[in-house]
């Protein structure tokens, strides 16, 4: 499957799971968009399994090099674990690790589970708005003698951060390495010309687009 024909089933799915919606929403930027993505509704077995996929599929197609998958608290922690499952069915059993959000005082203790935080560690995450949890997880990696190598991301909204680069563009040039994607907000632009039935959210989109967002 191309990454166009990937983006596009995954635009797909996310509307079927009414995961991403078309209305006026207020984002953490305090704009109004005309959409809103929420990736906590992928909320059953079978739509994890394929989120698992999508991912998975999107990274193998990115070409990233990576030794091990970790998942910020709280939102990465089922999309970690879906990846790996994913990965696997695959024939490729990748390790991964979350971080607690409080330290545990007791038992093992500590804010990491899973695997010793080793190698090359490929962050995964929904979406990047602010970058705090990428700004986090880069710092505990690094803090545990690992390499932060990339990030995988479900949507990029394109959007701008604090200047004219994106929010993604900013988390790639102040850490360094690559941000990948399973669709970007030009996707999703894409699928809503192709498609009659969504075709009254574009010119909204689109404005917003040109207002708020980087090509």
């Known amino acids: 499957m191309t990454a166009n024909a990937l983006s596009a089933d995954f635009i797909a799915f996310s509307i079927q799971k009414q995961v991403l919606r078309f209305g006026e929403f207020k984002t953490k930027a305090g704009r109004l968009s005309p959409y809103f993505f929420n990736a906590g509704l992928f909320d059953d077995g079978e739509s994890m399994l394929k ?13 990233l090099q990576f030794d091990m998958l970790f998942g910020p ?9 879906a990846i790996s499952i994913a990965f696997a069915r695959m024939g490729k059993n990748y390790p991964y690790a979350y971080n607690r959000k409080e330290a545990k005082d007791h038992g093992e203790g500590g804010t990491l589970v899973g695997a010793p935080l080793t190698g090359r560690v490929l962050i995964i995450d929904d979406v990047i708005s602010a970058g ?14 690992a390499t932060p190598c990339a990030v995988s991301i479900a949507l990029d909204r394109q959007e701008k951060g604090l200047g004219e680069l994106s929010a993604v563009q900013e988390v790639e040039q102040t850490n360094r ?20 039935k969504l075709a009254q959210y574009f010119p909204a989109i689109e ?3 040109t207002q708020y967002c980087v090509r």
């Open 51 to 63: 989120l698992g996929e999508f991912y998975a599929n999107s990274i193998l197609q990115s070409g």
């Open 73 to 81: 608290a709280y939102k990465g922690i089922p999309l970690v674990t």
């Open 132 to 145: 705090t949890s990428i700004r986090e997880s880069v710092e505990l990696i690094r803090n545990a003698g």
């Open 177 to 196: 390495m690559p941000v990948v994607s399973i669709a970007k907000l030009a996707d999703l632009f894409a699928y809503l010309q192709d498609n009659e």
């Open 207 to 209: 404005a917003y687009r």
